[in-house]
């Protein structure tokens, strides 16, 4: 009888860690806010770019000797091609008063896109001190 429970404990066990797994993905996306999630179409200085941001899970867990805790989350994680070249990562993703979007770039440079309109969104991004023109649309 005991090897009956247990088993049916564990089948019942398994289905929900099943279920959690397969629920995460949707739930992961909408933990995490904000207009700029997904591909986007961009020029940059008027060149052909890429631009695409995800949401990851973001669990955080530390230690103290034998106790361990856990503090599930959900971060963007951004990424760029300008001109067909190699995808770079876009991190610190920061939505602004007026709903647009601040983020750095690879080489450590803040960028800015406005709140679209429609499918469409203009900012600038940042060369050497210098702001360059930045438009996408989806």
């Known amino acids: 009888m005991t090897s009956n429970t247990t088993r049916r404990s564990l089948t019942t066990f398994s289905r929900g860690l099943a279920l959690c797994f397969a ?3 949707s739930a992961l996306a909408s933990t995490v806010g904000g207009w700029w999630g997904g591909a986007w179409n961009c020029s940059i200085d008027g060149r052909p770019a890429r631009m695409t941001w995800v ?3 973001d669990t955080q867990t530390s230690c103290d000797g034998d ?3 856990s503090s599930a ?3 963007w994680k951004g990424k760029f091609s300008d001109n067909n070249s190699r995808w770079v ?3 610190h993703p920061n939505e602004g008063d007026r709903g647009g979007l601040y983020f750095r770039h690879a080489d450590g440079n803040r960028w800015y896109l406005a709140r679209p309109s429609g499918n469409r969104t203009a900012g ?3 060369w050497n001190g210098q702001h360059y023109p930045l438009s996408c649309w989806r």
Request: charged share 5%; aromatic share 6%; with cysteine.
């Open 67 to 69: 106790t361990c805790s």
């Open 89 to 91: 990562a876009l991190t």
């Open 55 to 57: 949401p990851v899970n």
């Open 124 to 126: 600038w991004t940042t």
């Open 23 to 25: 629920l995460s993905g």
């Open 73 to 75: 989350g959900a971060r």
